[in-house]
């Protein structure tokens, strides 16, 4: 069993990651350096799943949407490993496939499972400095969609590879303090325990209550720093309906 295996049974589907070139037949599969193009067909693609499934009205609220869930799901097993083992696996946008699916990311792949220099610096670089924000900077020249909000989106999905893991609190809330400190990422949000889980206040709105959801986001900023904590609070402590786990 490799360590992104044990990544994936450890701590859930979000950080799974699938290894090696797809099978001819294995359609759907979009080579993320092609998603950095403004202009380009592959980053259509990945906007048009989201504005089909969340119901979007705007190309830009599309965009804010998408640019959260992108960073929640493909580079979520490489920031969680560095935060818990000091491993920092190469994401960067020409080693990574990703597949659309409805309002999320259907799967994500690496061409070669390896590693880089064990550093924040080489973390940072191959999660954000090539890859991440420079997707956003490409959603924000196709969509014009503010700059700070995709950013915001940025910061929410990277804080989520970590606030959405089962592991320890106490280990992982100084490793995001640690992730974002001298970042752009740094001013759009924060970390906070409640009820013994880690969660994440942004300070910037994604627009989702403007899609055919009509609901704010758990996180929400339109929503005030007190309410959102009694939420999450009461999220924690009500057991799920029968049935349900």
């Known amino acids: ?37 403004p202009s380009g067909a592959e980053l259509g693609v990945l906007l048009d799943a989201e504005t089909g499934s969340s119901g979007h009205r705007t190309a830009h609220a599309a965009a804010l949407t998408l640019i959260a869930v992108y960073a929640g799901r493909v580079t979520a097993a490489a920031v969680l490993d560095w935060a818990l083992h000091g491993r920092v696996w ?3 946008p020409e080693n990574v496939l990703v597949r659309p699916a409805a309002h999320g990311i259907g799967g994500v792949r690496l061409r070669e499972a390896r590693t ?11 999660v954000l400095h090539t890859h991440l924000l420079p997707l956003a900077d490409a959603l ?23 606030c959405a893991s089962r592991g320890a609190v106490h280990e992982l809330a100084p490793r995001w303090a640690e992730f974002s400190a001298g970042t752009c990422l740094e001013p759009l949000g924060e970390v906070v325990e409640v009820a013994g889980h880690l969660r994440y206040l942004r300070r910037t709105c994604c627009l989702f209550y403007t899609s055919a959801e009509s609901v704010r986001c758990a996180s929400c900023c339109l929503t005030p720093r007190d309410e959102r904590i009694r939420a999450y609070a009461r999220s924690v402590l009500t057991p799920p309906p029968p049935g349900r786990r």
């Open 1 to 37: 069993m490799t360590p992104l295996d044990e990544l994936f049974l450890d701590h859930g589907p979000r950080y799974d990651l699938a290894v090696g070139t797809p099978d001819p037949g294995d359609g759907g599969w979009l080579p993320c350096d092609r998603l950095l193009d």
């Open 90 to 92: 190469d994401v960067r």
């Open 116 to 126: 880089l220099d064990p550093s924040l610096t080489a973390l940072h670089s191959a």
């Open 140 to 162: 924000h020249a196709r969509t014009r969609a503010g700059l700070r909000q995709l950013r915001g989106g940025v910061a929410h999905g990277c804080a989520t590879a970590l």
